[in-house]
């Protein structure tokens, strides 16, 4: 909570009660799910995942406090404190407040210094009080406890994470080890996506809604009612925290319907055809998303970001430049390969920023050994036509090429980059470490 002088305070009495609480729920939740399915051998990793998930959000957490006096994730706790006040207040401008979105809102025309006032610059950015206003929900089952709120989002994001490695071990592409580190040890997704976060909201909704349509699409029943509303969801805090990234979802899942199609095909010829044709209609989509309204504001945005990145020097070295001068769809597209390059493998570990950017360095070099592996061992021809004949695979490395575009092209910090790329990095892994297609063959999901 905050005290007197505005301070950030770690613990008080009912803090410490409602911590206690989440604990005992999380845990005995998390081992009795382990005891269940002990048959289950890649049950193995339930509880370590869980607990890397776990402490890698309060590991976050503390250093924010202790490094940024709480940087945006005290921000958005504390925006959800305010909204948890006005409830009390006044349930009816709660709800005003949770149910519309008035550009033009001025804080004190809700809020007052009795209730409290939200941090301006969150309260006056659309996508960062949506999700302030997400995790206001959260205040009312925490008694407004900052960890337990942590605790539950890493619990969030470690479900979603579980969901994709079970999905992952069903089409046997990896090894299940592999598999684990790919969706539940690596750093950057274990630190930047599971505590009070607008990453953490996306992370998990991008993988949600991947997992949901590659289930739809590869099962023969139609989702349950419960998965119909979490989609929606999914669909829902993506559009108001960043819209673009529906292509970023919605395009990988179309190329898997290409890989499908075209492994009916006998004829090597008529295979291509209708890949090529797919990845150009999805090349056409997300150009047709750059000429649109929605897009050229992204490309001002992206233009603002370098034009202030280049004069402004308070950034230090914590940047980087594309070097790009055209903000045209056609210029996009030729800043294509060095976006993607960029947020694949930078930031380089000689890079300057903070500590944790630096070992984000150390994770992109892994990356970048493991491509290297991935292109000069065994034949790669053989790794490619793995991949295009693979509906996970393909979709893993489609999703992987979208996002990193969106990421490198935006981003101009790396501080900023090693957040937005995280979502990528698990499929990214699948993609460069997937075994033999004889070795694991693709399985139908089973309900």
Request: positive net charge; glycine residues 6%; contains cysteine.
């Amino acid at each position: 909570m905050l005290d007197a002088e505005g301070s950030f305070k770690f613990l008080g009495f009912v803090d410490g009660l409602s911590i206690l609480l989440w604990v005992i729920i999380l845990f005995w939740f998390v081992n009795s799910t382990a005891n269940n399915n002990k048959n289950k051998s890649y049950y193995k990793y339930y509880k370590t995942g869980f607990y890397v998930k776990f402490f890698s959000a309060i590991f976050f957490s503390v250093i924010y406090i202790k490094m940024y006096s709480g940087g945006d994730s005290t921000a958005y706790w504390d925006s959800a404190q305010k909204l948890n006040n006005l409830f009390w207040d006044s349930p009816l401008k709660y709800f005003q407040e949770i149910f519309t979105n008035n550009p033009d809102r001025l804080r004190y025309h809700v809020f007052n210094y009795r209730i409290g006032m939200p941090p301006n610059w969150i309260y006056k950015e659309d996508e960062a009080w949506f999700a302030a206003k997400i995790y206001s929900i959260l205040t009312f089952i925490t008694f407004r406890s900052y960890f337990a709120m942590t605790m539950i989002t890493s619990f969030i994001s470690f479900r979603v994470s579980w969901m994709l490695f079970e999905l992952i071990l069903k089409h046997r592409v990896i090894s299940e080890r592999n598999a684990a580190i790919a969706t539940l040890f690596l750093p950057s997704t274990c630190f930047w996506c599971t505590g009070i976060t607008k990453d953490m909201l996306i992370y998990s909704s991008l993988l949600f809604l991947l997992i949901q349509l590659f289930t739809f699409f590869k099962s023969t029943e139609l989702p349950e009612k419960r998965n119909w509303i979490l989609i929606f969801l999914s669909v829902f805090l993506i559009l108001n925290i960043r819209d673009f990234m529906l292509i970023v979802a919605i395009g990988p899942f179309f190329m898997a319907i290409g890989a499908r199609i075209s492994r009916s095909r006998s004829s090597k010829f008529s295979k291509w055809l209708i890949q090529l044709l797919f990845i150009g209609a999805i090349l056409g989509a997300v150009l047709s998303f750059l000429g649109s309204s929605k897009g050229q504001e992204f490309a001002k945005e992206a233009e603002v970001i370098q034009t202030d990145l280049k004069t402004n020097s308070i950034y230090g070295e914590n940047k980087y430049d594309l070097g790009i001068s055209d903000f045209s769809p056609a210029g996009m597209l030729r800043a294509m390969p060095i976006s993607i390059y960029t947020a694949f493998y930078r930031p380089y570990i000689w890079d300057d920023g903070s500590f944790f950017v630096r070992l984000s360095g150390l994770e992109a070099l892994i990356f970048l050994l493991l491509t290297l592996r991935f292109i000069f061992t065994r034949n790669i021809f053989n790794k490619l036509n793995n991949i295009r004949n693979n509906e996970l695979l393909m979709t893993s490395i489609v999703f992987s090429l979208i996002l990193g575009f969106f990421a490198g092209y935006t981003s101009g910090l790396f501080g900023v980059l090693v957040r937005f790329k995280a979502p990528l990095l698990p499929f990214l892994f699948l993609v460069l470490m997937h075994e033999k297609q004889s070795e694991f063959s693709s399985l139908d999901i089973k309900k």
